[in-house]
């Protein structure tokens, strides 16, 4: 009963504590400036002819698996190891590969800025912590990644875990996009965020197997089409 009360920590409470970070940390209101960017999508809606919610899903699933579980998931979980194991030195190897990675000046400034929000962001939420405000100085130019793999580092979540709740915070980003860019009915952006749902677990699962050697970004249509964004009539994104 005195565990129930929250007077006695244990196990499940501290697991359901866990969750609930992961949760706070891919909600949309989370002020790191997410929701300002399509990462090429609204691109593609102008020039590749995405018109439906099937078109959506399947380019989603398509970044979802090509894009992001072979990268940025990747990429994460290891960060999340470097943070935990309080290796600076491999926090910023990771997050020079991040940034020399991104094929486009809107894609750089996009992780950019995020990661420099997420990094204000802990700064703000653990001002008493001395060695976490430290560790948000780590990198001169954090990226996204490697700042979201610090916020979830701090918990006691499992890899997967943590990679599940970057990916949903993508893809509901992403389905935001598309309604406000094709655009979509809210109905029809559930259904693409249903789909992205059943697909998140084989991408962690992709991601977690992946190392150095096997990360990879190779995307060149998203580069392409990112530049072409650049100079786009009209845009509503800034990605």
């Known amino acids: 009963m005195q565990a129930a009360r929250g007077l006695i920590p244990d196990a499940a409470a501290a697991a359901r504590a866990d969750l609930l970070q992961l949760m706070w940390l891919a909600s949309p209101a989370l002020p790191i400036g997410g929701f300002s960017y399509s990462e090429v999508l609204e691109s593609a809606v102008e020039r590749v002819g995405l018109r439906d919610w099937a078109d959506i899903k399947a380019w989603l699933q398509d970044q979802l698996h090509l894009v992001l579980a072979r990268a940025d998931m990747a990429l994460l979980a290891q960060a999340i190891c470097a943070w935990r194991a309080t290796d600076p030195g491999r926090v910023r190897a990771l997050n020079d590969w991040v940034l020399q990675t991104r094929e486009s000046s809107e894609l750089r400034l996009q992780t950019e800025q995020m990661g420099r929000s997420m990094m204000d962001w802990l700064r703000n939420q653990h001002a008493q912590d001395e060695t976490l405000v430290a560790s948000t100085r780590v990198c001169a130019s954090p990226t996204y990644p490697v700042a ?16 599940s709740s970057f990916a949903f915070g993508w893809a509901e980003n992403m389905v935001q996009a598309a309604v406000k860019a094709v655009p979509l009915g809210q109905n029809a952006g559930q259904r693409i965020l249903a789909e992205l749902v059943k697909a998140i677990p084989l991408a962690v699962t992709d991601a977690l197997t992946r190392d150095d050697d096997t990360r990879q970004v190779f995307a060149p249509m998203l580069a392409i089409l990112s530049a072409q964004h650049e100079t786009q009539y009209s845009r509503l994104f800034r990605s």
Do not use: G, V, W
């Open 148 to 163: 979201f793999a610090l916020a979830a580092s701090i918990t006691h979540a499992p890899l997967a875990d943590c990679l």
